[in-house]
């Protein structure tokens, strides 16, 4: 059964400390996004690759957040130094370049205290 | 960039009736996919249905179906027959170059 896995799927953390978050895509799929879902702001677009290159990083606040694709079954989203107002869910999720399906990882929930 | 609007924030319905969620969107663009995504408190992200837009047939899966209007920009969501595990947020998603999502609708479904 193919998924997309996230991890962690908690992070509780100090303010100003490194968070990394994992994101191991479908296999086979070109395009991966990253989404964080906040009560207040819903899901936001903060960074999405296709075929491993960034492609839009505009909704990630450019001093302190990073995402990377290093291979195929890997992309990492990095925050540094972390804020209290980075706490959100952060969900990955995989899909085609055509655009027919995009299925969601079960995101991971992050606490900066 | 492009726009997605839901503008009923929350939305209840009696068991075994039907509900519509209601989606517009707004892009210059001639091919594109929309989906509707399901989200109960477990806070999974479920895929409950698509349409291409170059396809004027409205997608349905089971109890789900859509009434896509393309000239309006329109795509509205029905449950038939809406059951207790149907309430949960429900997002509209807008898919070209990138996915992009509306603010949601919270549905419950009442016993």
Redesign the interface.
């Known amino acids: 059964d193919a998924r997309v896995t996230q991890t962690p799927r908690h992070k509780v953390t100090e303010m100003g400390q490194e968070v990394t978050m994992r994101c191991q895509p479908i296999l086979g799929h070109n395009t991966v996004f990253w989404y964080r879902q906040t009560m207040m702001q819903g899901l936001e677009l903060l960074a999405y690759f296709r075929n491993r290159a960034p492609l839009d990083d505009s909704g990630m606040p450019k001093d302190r957040f990073s995402a990377e694709m290093p291979d195929a079954t890997l992309a990492t989203l990095k925050i540094q130094p972390s804020e209290p107002r980075d706490s959100a869910v952060y969900f990955c999720a995989s899909g085609l370049v055509s655009g027919a399906e995009a299925f969601f990882g079960q995101g991971t929930r992050l606490t900066v205290v | 960039a492009q726009t997605v609007t839901q503008s009923q924030p929350e939305m209840s319905v009696q068991e075994a009736e039907t509900v519509t969620l209601s989606c517009t969107y707004d892009t210059s663009e001639n091919n594109?996919?929309l989906?509707w995504?399901k989200q109960p408190p477990s806070?999974?992200?479920i895929?409950v249905i698509?349409q291409?837009a170059y396809k004027q047939q409205n997608a349905t899966e089971n109890r789900f179906s859509v009434n896509f209007q393309k000239a309006a920009k329109s795509f509205s969501l029905k449950i038939s027959d809406s059951q207790l595990g149907d309430t949960a947020m429900y997002?509209c998603?807008f898919?070209?170059?990138?996915?992009?999502?509306?603010?949601?609708t919270r549905l419950t479904v009442k016993p």
């Open positions: 594109y996919y989906f995504y806070r999974q992200m895929l698509r291409e997002f998603a898919v070209s170059y990138d996915m992009r999502f509306g603010a949601g």
